[in-house]
């Protein structure tokens, strides 16, 4: 494996690895390779154009890592997935490798990103199977049209020279043809990072740094994290997103305390409070402690928890309050993910929530925290999120879209909101 993994990063890079024992994730990304070389970019120079390496089909399973653009995780995997028999087959002899070709080759303005709408994949074995079987197929299509064909001993030849290296495309096709997707709404790491939503009804850009940085671009409106208010109306307005105490079939009450034992977390981390084993019963011992100084956060979700349990009056939360982003969660539709990936953003210390729909941010602020706060974020999901991951993420966010969610419209959002608006509390 390691054999052709080299040949493959050979024939992409021109650099071979002196590595025993590595791992790799989906696109064949190695970090340990990565420090090696001292570049974690080394199979993506350009950060536009990521490359990849297949040494088999079960790597669909694995996280994308140095992840610079929210799609190609999704591409990678509906490309292995539509072409598993031939991979299967193919990665049986050579090492496949092939690039996320996006419609620019780079990426020097953030306005050149919004013209990345769609990405070509194109594969081949290092060895060349898959266009050597085309050639094959053309000049057996060649052969049989001729009337002499059978007499030309040249083209015969080269027909056998072939089959040699690819079997009897007859009988059994090798065909990897490329495959091109749209990505008109995404998020990039580039510029500090960046959420691109082009096609809906009312376009936007949202960016975690400030927006003037960007320079211009040819969209409207262009936001940064911080203008929370237009952030709340835009996401209103498009429909992209509901109370969780409003979504159907959902365990509202559950979530609600969960994101609260996760804000009492991080209050306990900047005070320097021991956690414990960080149990609902030491955690509801630091609220007591805590009192009048417990974070706003905390406080707006445990009166919305109130009232979700009757034992309580509504409370008004508008998107001014500093809890208004944890009671919310993306609406049903092909944007789901992207708009859950933004909430966690808006959201940060629901570290669950951070850790399935973002995992570039949840590494980074994972960087940040102390030992005491890793092992218990790792503890807590080894214990409740990783035991049923598909079930977890189903209970927060809803089933997962269909595939063929794309081809639908996007639903229409209700102008009657319920108890929620965009700045203005209960409607």
Not at 57 to 71: D, E, G, I, V, Y
Not at 255 to 261: E, H, N, S, T
Not at 371 to 399: I, N
Request: with cysteine; glycine share 8%.
């Amino acid at each position: 494996m390691i054999e052709r993994y080299n040949r493959a990063l050979k024939h992409l890079t021109g650099k071979t690895t002196q590595l025993t024992d590595f791992h790799i994730d989906l696109s064949g990304y190695s970090p340990e390779i990565g420090d090696e070389f001292n570049d974690p970019g080394y199979l993506n120079p350009s950060g536009a154009n990521r490359q990849f390496i297949l040494l088999t089909t079960s790597q669909k399973t694995a996280p994308l890592l140095n992840m610079k653009f929210s799609t190609a995780r999704g591409i990678l995997q509906q490309f292995i997935e539509a072409n598993e028999a031939q991979l299967f087959a193919l990665t049986a002899r050579d090492a496949v490798c092939g690039e996320l070709q996006g419609s620019v080759y780079e990426v020097s303005t953030a306005a050149r990103l919004l013209e990345m709408k769609q990405v070509t994949v194109e594969a081949d074995t290092i060895g060349g199977h898959v266009a050597d079987a085309e050639k094959l197929a053309a000049l057996i299509t060649r052969f049989r049209a001729e009337p002499d064909g059978w007499r030309d001993e040249a083209l015969i030849a080269e027909m056998i020279g072939l089959a040699r290296k690819t079997g009897d495309i007859t009988r059994v096709p090798v065909a990897l043809p490329a495959m091109t997707f749209s990505q008109p709404n995404f998020w990039t790491s580039h510029f500090g990072g960046i959420y691109i939503f082009q096609d809906l009804r009312a376009p936007g850009v949202i960016s975690t740094q400030p927006r003037d940085t960007l320079g211009p671009l040819p969209i409207s409106p262009v936001m940064d994290i911080t203008r929370r208010n237009q952030i709340a109306e835009w996401l209103d307005r498009n429909g992209l997103v509901e109370p969780i105490v409003q979504a159907r079939g959902l365990d509202a009450a559950g979530i609600l305390r969960q994101k609260m034992d996760f804000i009492l977390v991080e209050a306990a981390e900047t005070l320097k409070i021991d956690i414990g084993d960080a149990r609902r019963t030491e955690l509801r011992k630091i609220a007591y402690r805590l009192g009048d100084a417990l974070p706003d956060e905390f406080l707006g979700l445990a009166a919305l928890l109130r009232w979700v349990e009757g034992a309580g009056p509504w409370p008004r939360i508008t998107s001014e309050h500093a809890c208004y982003f944890y009671t919310l969660r993306a609406s049903p539709g092909k944007d789901r993910d992207l708009v859950n990936m933004l909430l966690s953003e808006l959201a940060p210390m629901d570290v669950r929530q951070m850790f399935i729909t973002h995992k570039e941010l949840f590494y980074a602020h994972y960087a940040r925290w102390s030992e005491r706060k890793r092992h218990w974020v790792v503890d807590f999901l080894e214990r409740e999120y990783k035991v049923d991951a598909q079930g977890a993420r189903e209970a927060l966010f809803g089933p997962e879209p269909a595939m063929d969610a794309h081809d639908r419209p996007t639903p229409r959002p209700s102008r009657d909101l319920g108890p929620w608006g965009a700045a203005g509390g209960r409607r």
